[in-house]
């Protein structure tokens, strides 16, 4: 069973940085994509930022610049680095997985999901 874990949300006050982190589990293959989706209130689920197995990044266009994905592949752990963050940032973050050659830029990439985690920016 794979089993994909959160961690790291909270509270930040607009300007402020957060670290989120990944744990996966159970992936039965090396060659897998992790990506961060986010849904704010009263929002469709969205992309923000991915991490491919051969190594490549992508990032949405409303966080490029600001965050900063990374991976260990040793540990099957990828990190999300958010850095001068904005009350538009605000949202639930979850964290996806992906068996298939393509790298995760949507939703239709993802075959596992956690539960997500809250990241609130407010002053």
Not at 6 to 20: D, H, I, N, Y
Not at 79 to 105: H, V
């Amino acid at each position: 069973e794979v089993l994909v874990v959160e961690s790291g949300g909270g509270l930040v006050q607009p300007g402020g940085s957060l670290r989120l982190s990944c744990a996966a589990s159970g992936v039965t293959t090396s060659m897998y994509n992790m990506g961060w989706f986010r849904q704010a209130p009263g929002k469709e689920r969205e992309f923000v930022a991915s991490f491919s197995w051969t190594g490549n990044t992508y990032y949405s266009d409303s966080v490029k610049g600001r965050f900063t994905v990374s991976r260990d592949s040793a540990k099957n752990t990828m990190d999300l680095q958010m850095n001068r963050l904005k009350p538009e940032d605000t949202a639930i973050y979850y964290c996806g997985i992906g068996e298939s050659f393509i790298a995760i830029r949507s939703d239709a990439e993802v075959d596992y999901w956690g539960k997500g985690i809250r990241v609130t920016v407010s002053a």
